[in-house]
C-alpha cells in the first residue's frame, strides 16, 4: 500500500515540471480563479470567480492526498518557469489496480500549447510503470469537445457515458468516461504518445 501523504512525486520532462500542490500555491491559483474564470467553464468543481472558492478546492485536494485517495499536483512551464494549471491523480484504488487522472485546468495562454501531452505522458507513465496500475480512467463534460478529443487524441478508448448523472453549478451533468489500460499503454499508446510530443 503506497503512503501519499508522506511521498514526495516530482515528475518532469524537459518542457514541464509536475510537484506537489501545496498551500504556497495558493496565491497564483487564486489568480487565475480571479482573471480567467471560465477555464472551469466544463468543471464539476468551479473553483474561479473568488477568492474562497479556490481555497477550499486546494484544501480539498490536499485532504485527498492526506487520506491517500489522490495526488494533487501543480504544472510548471519549464520554458516559462510559470505556474501554468493544475491536474491530480484521483479516485486511487491500489486494491484494484486502478486511478483517474483529472481536475485538470491550464490557463489560456498555456492552453494548446502541447504542454497537456507533456503532462498526461509523466502521468500516465507513473500510473503504469511505477504504480503499476491496470487501468487509468478519464472523465469529461460531453459538451467539452476539446476535452475530449485531447483526450481521444492521446489514446484513451471511449467507454460509454453517464447521462444526468451528478449537479454542476447551472444543472446537471451528462459525463463521457474514457480509460486507457496498462496493455494498451505498453501496446502502442505511450510509443505513439511520445511520437506526438518529441
Not at 21 to 43: D, F
Not at 154 to 183: F, M, P, Q, Y
Amino acid at each position: 500500500m503506497q503512503d501519499l501523504a508522506n511521498q514526495k512525486i516530482i515528475l518532469e520532462n524537459n518542457s514541464v515540471q509536475l510537484v506537489p500542490l501545496n498551500l504556497e500555491h495558493t496565491t497564483e491559483c487564486i489568480h487565475y480563479a480571479l482573471t480567467e474564470p471560465t477555464i472551469w467553464q466544463y468543471s464539476m468543481v468551479n473553483p474561479g470567480g473568488s477568492a474562497s472558492p479556490m481555497e477550499r478546492y486546494i484544501a480539498f485536494a490536499i485532504n485527498e492526498r492526506i487520506e491517500n485517495k489522490g495526488y494533487p499536483f501543480i504544472v510548471i512551464d519549464k520554458t516559462t518557469n510559470q505556474l501554468a494549471g493544475c491536474t491530480r491523480f484521483y479516485d486511487i484504488d491500489f486494491n484494484n489496480k486502478a486511478a483517474s487522472i483529472g481536475y485538470t485546468w491550464y490557463a489560456k495562454k498555456f492552453q494548446r500549447t502541447g504542454l497537456n501531452r507533456h503532462c498526461k505522458l509523466l502521468l500516465l507513465t507513473h500510473a503504469f510503470e511505477v504504480w503499476n496500475l491496470e487501468r487509468v480512467e478519464f472523465r469529461a463534460d460531453i459538451n467539452n469537445t476539446a476535452s475530449i478529443n485531447a483526450m481521444k487524441n492521446i489514446g484513451c478508448i471511449e467507454e460509454g457515458v453517464l447521462r444526468n448523472h451528478a449537479n454542476i453549478e447551472n444543472g446537471r451533468r451528462t459525463s463521457i468516461i474514457l480509460s486507457i489500460l496498462k496493455d494498451e499503454w505498453f501496446g502502442g499508446v505511450k510509443e505513439n504518445l511520445v511520437k506526438k510530443i518529441y
